[in-house]
């Protein structure tokens, strides 16, 4: 995988390899132990969708996708529920979350 200088610089702890099944259990059992995590689209894909069960669902989960030179895009990491539109039954939680982690981006 190749990670940004940037994350290079900010990486104070450790750096570990491993498969995605293992890292599944290990943040189940302890998910203090993950700052950052660099992985394929795919397996991304399946980890947030984890980890946002541990935090009560994907209308939860804010989300940050990093690219070269400092760009990026936040998102709710389940779009934008246009099903729920007019019926007040949305909840603005990952949307808030992903502008505040674009505000911290941004300086």
Known sequence: AVVSTQVR???VSTQSTGYL?????????DPSKFDVM?????YGDIFS????GLIGGLGLAPSGNMGKDGIAIYEAVH???DDLVE???G?????LMSALMMLR???
């Open 9 to 11: 610089e900010a990486v």
């Open 21 to 29: 099944d293992s890292a599944c259990l290990k943040i189940v059992s």
């Open 38 to 42: 660099v992985m394929p689209n795919l």
């Open 49 to 52: 969708d984890l980890t946002a």
């Open 79 to 81: 779009g934008t529920a």
């Open 87 to 89: 019926q007040n039954k």
């Open 91 to 95: 909840n603005p939680t990952a949307l």
């Open 105 to 107: 981006h941004m300086g």
